[in-house]
């Protein structure tokens, strides 16, 4: 499971971005970075035998990550190339691992070869040109094994591709059947249906919300913008980028939730802590509205609600539609200046593409998968976890994989969003203020930060 990280370390982090922001700006401002809203390029070939000779020449790599027992991934990697030893490292999850990174890449020394990056901090790291670009290196076709949208996420607009989608996380409603039985409800088509029942339901047991939004997780709040169509973000070139948290889809969602927090019928418990996890267990939550990832979590977390709980797709705005978002997931990247930079490249893509690799990360570390093969495998789509009362809950998310909107773009400054979204628009939820004030104010304080680092901003 990969989820936005918090950590005590996001101060440090948030200054060395911005050291490595106003560096990258001021080259491109020279002429000597590249723009990030170029036409799509070539990039320069390797040949065949080049990468024949890399993947059979003594080789170590360094490798950077921190989901577990992958050295039995890497090992199949290793028995087809016996010439290449990985050094698997895990340097910290999510957030303490991309400090330790951006310390090395400062240092010009002890960055790894390769290393997992999340969907949302690529553009973090391709804008400050420390990640290769790996066209040269891949094998043809390779686009078409994953999911549209996982590889537009990897994708640079100059036609880059900076990392290996490797496991995703899109959006679903983990629902109690037996709490919406007792209250004659079904699982709601629209989000009209959703605040309905969640209304009904609060009058009859006020003890039940029907979900919780957490004050504390701007991954949830991104994914269901990414449904409704938002585009809170957009990079147009290496200075400039657009910023959009405020605007008419925004405020939708903003009004939508804030009435419910206000009656009551939904709550805003900060979730992954002691208290979220017993009012899983009590029964508190009607549904959880969460990623693909979430039916293993959730299975080893709230173990005494086996059997009660079925997956569906979110609620749509538009019936007529079935639109979905994401929240979570990562890549495989090669830190640009590897001295092996084939045998990385040839790393990424073999873990994340081999049939075997694949299915292993799927069945063993329970990620999410991004290749449509995998998706479409009968065994793994049928899965009927008892947990689920046997609900084939794999085939449920499946489906809604293909629903994502390839659109969605995520920030260079990512730490800093997420910083000010806690201090303002998750801080309203907490408060039961209002949340298109805080909209307002995330959309100015975020502005200003990008205008501080360089950035041109909505220009």
């Known amino acids: 499971m990969i989820r936005f990280q918090r950590s005590t370390g996001r101060s440090r982090a948030l200054h060395t971005t911005a050291l490595f922001l106003a560096a990258t700006l001021a080259l491109a401002a020279c002429g000597g970075g590249g723009d990030a809203a170029d036409t799509p390029q070539s990039a320069p070939a390797t040949s065949q035998a080049d990468i024949d000779k890399a993947m059979t020449t003594p080789t170590e790599l360094t490798f950077w990550t921190w989901v577990p027992n992958i050295q039995k991934e890497v090992d199949l990697f290793q028995k087809k190339y016996p010439a290449i030893k990985v050094k698997v490292v895990n340097a910290g999850q999510g957030e303490p691992q991309y400090t330790k990174l951006r310390t090395a890449l400062k240092a010009g020394t002890g960055a790894p070869d390769a290393v997992q990056i999340e969907f949302q901090y690529i553009p973090t790291f391709s804008i400050t040109d420390s990640l290769l670009d790996l066209r040269p290196y891949l094998s043809a076709g390779l686009k078409d094994k994953f999911v549209d949208w996982t590889w537009k996420q990897v994708s640079g607009t100059g036609g880059q591709v900076w990392g290996i989608p490797q496991d995703t996380g899109p959006m679903g409603m983990l629902y109690r059947k037996d709490i919406f039985d007792k209250h004659g409800i079904t699982p709601p088509k629209t989000w009209d249906e959703f605040a309905a029942s969640a209304r009904k339901l609060h009058a009859a047991d006020p003890k039940v919300s029907m979900t919780n939004l957490a004050s504390n997780q701007a991954g949830v709040w991104m994914g269901l913008l990414w449904q409704a169509g938002g585009k809170p973000f957009m990079t147009t ?46 029964g508190q939550y009607a549904t959880w509205l969460t990623a693909a990832w979430g039916p293993v979590f959730l299975s080893g977390s709230a173990k005494s609600t086996s059997g009660k709980w079925r997956a569906a797709p979110l609620p749509q705005w538009d019936a007529s539609k079935q639109v979905s978002g994401n929240w979570g997931g990562s890549t495989t990247a090669v830190v640009k200046g590897s001295k092996n930079a084939i045998a990385a490249a040839k790393l990424a893509e073999f873990l994340n593409t081999d049939p075997e690799s694949t299915k292993m990360f799927a069945t063993e570390q329970f990620l999410f998968p991004a290749t449509k093969a995998l998706l479409a495998d009968p065994e793994f789509v049928q899965q009927k976890p008892a947990f689920f009362g046997g609900q084939t809950v794999n085939q449920v998310f499946s489906g809604i994989s293909d629903t994502v909107d390839t659109e969605f773009q995520w920030p260079p400054f990512l730490d800093q969003a997420v910083n000010d979204w806690d201090e303002t628009v998750g801080k309203s939820f907490a408060n039961k203020s209002d949340p298109n004030a805080a909209l307002d104010q995330w959309q100015s304080r975020t502005t200003d930060y990008a205008k501080n680092q360089g950035f041109k901003v909505n220009q």
């Open 237 to 282: 070139a290496a200075d400039s980028v657009k910023v959009n948290l405020n605007d008419d889809t925004a405020k939708k969602l903003g009004t939508y939730w804030g009435d419910l927090l206000k009656d009551g019928s939904v709550s805003a418990d900060p979730d992954f802590t002691d208290q979220w996890y017993q009012a899983l267990n009590r």
